[in-house]
């Protein structure tokens, strides 16, 4: 048989091979894309029937992001069935390139690992104010590989989850109370009795200190060029820096008026002829 029958054969059978070929290509993309949209409404309708019954977002999230990703692998394979590829023996070398690409990405294993046990342990959840993985910020998801978190000045930190499982995690909204910690340096000259009323009168002016947990005022150092005292107070969380500020500033105009010196560092230079 000449090549040129060979030709003219296939001219017969192409508008067939099209024909059959160019449906099941079609079948597969519908199976594709309608299979995809339903995969992400279902994920984000179990995050909603989550959200509804009272489960934390960050559990209710990072749940979604499983059953989205689990239903994404089976619109594939469905969608692969759809072109006459044989899914059994696609899922068996699905499989086997599972494994392979684990030992290749061991690293994203553990990211995914790390992520699992974010949500089981549960040290922050979304919303809270956290120090991990060498940064600080707001926590706004926990994904599957990731967290990220929204600093003060409004930039987003993706860490790998890790980074955040393998170092210290320091949750500054675990509590509903934070004590507010200040150093008031006075001069030598100063009467600490004085000092002391001072500090007392603040902490009587301001009612978003919680008393009940205790005030405490002592002299914590003798210092080079000034008396240091340790002045320590109880606020809740949502007010920690808002006190912190108001109260550094009430020290200072308390104290001038009162007369209490607080000392500078300063040199003296003396110069021989």
């Known amino acids: 048989m000449s090549m040129q029958d060979n030709i003219e054969q296939l001219m017969e059978k192409l508008p067939e091979i099209v024909t059959t070929y160019g449906i099941k290509v079609l079948l597969a993309v519908a199976v594709f894309v309608i299979g995809k949209w339903i995969a992400k409404s279902i994920s984000n309708l179990m995050q909603k029937g989550?959200?509804?019954?009272?489960?934390?977002?960050?559990?209710?999230?990072?749940?979604r992001n499983i059953i989205y990703y689990c239903l994404y692998v089976i619109v594939i394979i469905a969608a692969l069935g759809q072109l006459g590829i044989q899914t059994a023996s696609f899922v068996a070398i699905i499989g086997a390139a599972g494994l392979a690409i684990g030992f290749a990405l061991q690293g994203s294993l553990a990211n995914f690992a790390s992520g699992v046990l974010l949500i089981m342990f549960r040290p922050f959840k979304i919303g809270d104010f956290v120090e991990?993985?060498?940064?600080?910020?707001?926590?706004?998801?926990i994904s599957i590989f990731s967290t990220i978190m929204k600093t003060g000045d409004n930039k987003t930190i993706i860490i790998s989850?890790?980074?955040?499982?393998?170092g210290n995690i320091t949750n500054y909204s675990a509590e509903k109370e934070r004590r507010v910690d200040f150093t008031v340096g006075v001069s030598y000259s100063a009467d600490l009795d004085l000092v002391r009323k001072e500090l007392n009168a603040i902490v009587e002016a301001e009612g978003r200190i919680i008393t009940e947990r205790g005030i405490t005022i002592a002299v914590g150092e003798l210092a080079d060029s000034s008396v240091n005292f340790v002045f320590r107070v109880w606020a809740k969380t949502e007010d920690y820096w808002a006190v912190y500020f108001d109260i550094n500033e009430k020290i200072k105009r308390q104290f001038d008026t009162a007369g209490i010196e607080i000392p500078?560092?300063?040199?003296?230079v003396h110069l021989d002829k």
């Open 132 to 141: 991990a993985g060498g940064a600080a910020g707001v926590i706004t998801e």
């Open 264 to 268: 500078f560092p300063q040199m003296d």
């Open 161 to 166: 989850n890790s980074a955040v499982m393998g």
């Open 50 to 63: 989550m959200a509804a019954k009272g489960v934390d977002a960050t559990v209710a999230g990072f749940t």
